[in-house]
């Protein structure tokens, strides 16, 4: 077990990391040596369980010991936490909620003592799927029959609860009074339910200290939301929230809303558990208005033990993605009205605003706010509180809110990522100014640096010109401030400057990747960068842009917006390599995210000492990114540099000394690159089926022959592999090195694969430039069966200069399969679905009046093979000549015939579907008599099939020919 110099402070407690070498897994350790964390970064768990919940109880029980908590709190985990019946229990684990987003569930499960839930406390189990396998474009394997991995643990849960429960009046009265508020779900319900009860409208009045200025001069609108019970354990420092100050005394910027509450009663001690209701109602006052409430009530002292405002989910209007975008119709331009362009808003949640201010909501946040900067002077839109910010398009209020929700919406992004603002934006001064509508009449936007190595304001223009009565924002547009935030923005941090110092910025590749697993475009139209515009000069900037006049070293690499496009061009390729050009939109968005991240990351990277001076340096520290372990998603780094040096060698970087410039072409490969072919001659467009690589196939013998057998099971098989290198110059050192399934293993590289019984084949050289083709084999091996009923023979081959990606991978890292293999030439990969051999033929055959020649040969036919039916030591050619005679033969295990060897259906093996493949039969040879067969039988095993002969006493002579088939 490893351990983790160093602490870390995470809010509630002081943690120690540790790696537990059990669970290959990272553990965070509070000072109470309580586990409170556990990160699969390794290797993931894995269940056999096929539903979420069930894999997350699977693996809570797995870890009890871990968690230190007993198997007999999670007899009952399946059922639903209950708020409503606090009754004398031992505490247990609870369902609460399964919250799905893509392939991932997360379960959570509150600590309940005496049947409720414990108020913050519990364990949460973060689920993923893993992906269908399918061979030749077909599911091999039912969804519901997919593994689940889990990624993540939680545990949030207390120790030390003791509390004696409130009298069944008390907790009638209660119930009485708020939990049916649950049940209305409208504003105007809740206040004529209060309007008919007004006890439990008084209860909420009485719990605030009445003052002169709560409610002068304002209507006091009060009523209850919805009640719950809760076990919480009162810390009297955190009953109310704590009040910004700074040092020189100014006035914050925004204020927290409070309510002056009654004391608490004396009987409430700190750090001790009561009962209590969670009650949420609304209350206006004179300065925030009406807004919603939180309060944990004591049940017998009614005291308030915790309080806050609930004021951090506003909704507004925006443009997800901009109409083009999202329909794919190009008519649907900056330029059309309302009633064409609303229809393709939608509400989002406005995150992180502050708290309202006398009532009103304003576009102000943490991270973001919106500010009038530049002329035209336009103040920003502000509601009152708990309204939505919803607005027709055409105006500038929608700009605004559009401003507001997509800059934070890439803060989100950076921190989802996994980077934590303060460390990727430390010269940044929080929050950020942004201008929805500033820059006067024209279509464009611009982010400012602060000249201190961050960010000053962003500011947003028009997207249209044609009608600037009724004006749209550019803003409105992801991509644009994509292109501003993402692209300048992060170089500010970088290098205190807006550019790269090959090209403009990478905003284009953040606003084209970022998009397109939501976008409805199709052929060409795929790759504008910002296709809201796509008519508009200046701002029609692709992705897609030919080598032949859009290289690196090319004629339109000049250093600006024209170079942006060629790297949009050589991102975009990586992009649809590693899963952007799949059909499957989760493939998309890992990949859209993959790239996000190692963009995100080597930007970040970059200093004024390294900043890169062309797109080979970026190249460089671009793979070098590639290299290290994204941990906060559990990915393991090396999968992708191949696919990288490759997509700036296509767009004509990695030229030859002494190429013709300007370039035109693309680059060359490197020195050496062997590599197994897949189809795609060693390059790395996407592969949609990367488990049936051609060039590998099985031989039930060693014969030698080009052509794929359906391996048998049970047996020695045969393994063949092509290899070549497409690399300038001689491969030196080539070995080939083989793979198989561990029995009932995953695809998870390199941990569920075992090494072939003949497992390396060393090869020597390998001449350059696609020059020349080996057959390396045989390699001898006997297929086993994962978890998925099938074997994945894995082919690697190596040379000196051109390891394989699998070397990345060290003991205790994984891979999935379909993430290594299409993206590293060096490896091929087929997926096998091995048969049953038959091991055993049995022939009977009874004889009529009429016998035949005893040296007329005998064959029965089976499987595509012919058998020579000729009893061991029996003088006579044809075992069957006598009248009236039954006779047994027997071939294969127990064989009792001449040429055991040669005639035995295991060599080669025949198996259990070539059978029907092929006609059965008898057969003499030469047919010099007439033979009358009564009867016939073929007996095989295993999986016994019984065939006989179609027509009963027939006879064979010069008229009816030499052949009888069985059925």
Known sequence: MKVWEGNSNRGLWSMKEIFDSGLKAKLSIDENEKVRDITHFEKHWRSN???????????????????????????NSNETVSFDDPHEQDPQYRLFKQKQFFDST????????????????????????TPSVQQDQKRTLADQQRQYNVIHAVNTSQEGIDLKLPSSKIIKHYKNLFHKRAELKSK?????????????????????RRVKSTAKGVKEDVYPIQGRFFVYKYDQDNRLPKIESNSEHIQPFETTPILPLNPVSDKIKDGQHYVVEELTFSYTTKEFGAINWIALVELETKSV????????????????????????????TPNQDDIILNPYRTSEVLENLNAPVAGNQHLNGSRVTIVDITPPPTAPPTKPTAVDFNFNTRTDDFSAVNAYYHTERFLELVEALGFPLSSYFPGTIFPIEVDHRGLGGVINAHCVGNGSFGIDHCCFALADQTNVTNPIGIAADWRVVLHEVAGHGILYEAVNGPNFMFSHSAGDSFAVILSDPESLLTGSDRFWNFPWYYNIPGLARRCDRDVSTWAWGGTNDNGGYDSEQILATTHFRIYRSIGG????????????????????????????????????????????????????????GGAYNKVIRWSFEKQGEYQAAGAPTPVTTPGDPPLVDVYIDDGRHGEYQFQPVHWNNPSIWNRRSADGVVGHQVPVAGTQNFIYCKI??????????????????????????????????????????????????????????????????????????SATDDASNMNNFTVGETIPDWRLV??????????????????????TVTTGEKDINKDDRVYLGIGGREFRCRKDGDSDANPFHLKHQTVSLVFGVG???????????????????DISKFPMYLRTEPNTGTWEIAAAKVETTPNTSIFNIKYSGVILDDDSGEKVDLV
Not at 118 to 128: D, F, I, K, L, R
Not at 826 to 843: C, T, Y
Request: glycine share 6%; hydrophobic share 40%.
């Open 106 to 129: 997360t379960v959570s499960f509150y600590q309940t003592y005496n049947n409720l839930p414990v108020w913050g406390a519990g364990v949460s189990v973060t689920v993923e799927k």
């Open 895 to 913: 064989s009792n015939v001449e040429d055991a060897a040669i005639n035995d259906p295991r060599n080669p093996f025949i198996d259990t579907t």
């Open 305 to 332: 033990l915790y309080f806050r405002a609930l004021v951090a989910s506003v909704n507004g209007q925006v443009f997800k993605h901009d109409p083009i975008t999202i329909t794919g119709n190009l008519a649907h």
């Open 49 to 75: 369980k096929q539903d979420p919940l069930d894999v997350a109880i699977d693996y809570l029980q797995s870890v009890t010991k871990t968690v230190k908590i007993s198997t007999d709190l999670l007899e």
């Open 581 to 636: 050009d799949s059909s499957d939109v989760n493939t998309k968005r890992f990949a859209s995210r993959m790239m996000a991240y190692l963009m995100l990351r080597t930007i970040g990277d970059i200093t004024t000492v390294n900043n890169p001076n062309g797109p080979r340096a970026y190249c460089e520290q671009l793979m070098a990114t590639d290299l290290l372990n994204w941990t906060t998603e559990g990915i393991f």
């Open 724 to 797: 070549k290198n497409r690399g300038t110059q001689i491969a030196n050192n080539v070995q080939v090195h083989g793979y198989h399934s561990k029995p009932g293993a995953g695809l998870l590289l390199p941990a569920d694969i075992q090494p072939l019984s003949t497992a390396q084949i060393p090869v020597g050289t390998v001449a350059g430039n696609n020059f020349e083709e080996q057959i390396i084999g045989p390699f001898q091996w006997a297929p086993q069966i994962n978890a998925h009923g099938y074997d994945s023979v894995i082919m690697i081959v």
């Open 822 to 843: 299409p993206n590293d030439n060096n490896i091929g990969q087929r997926n096998m679905f091995p048969v049953q051999g038959i091991s055993q033929i049995k022939l």
């Open 188 to 208: 105007a319900k809740r206040k004529v339910s209060a309007l008919q009860k007004t006890e439990s409208v008084d209860f909420i009045k009485r719990l605030i």
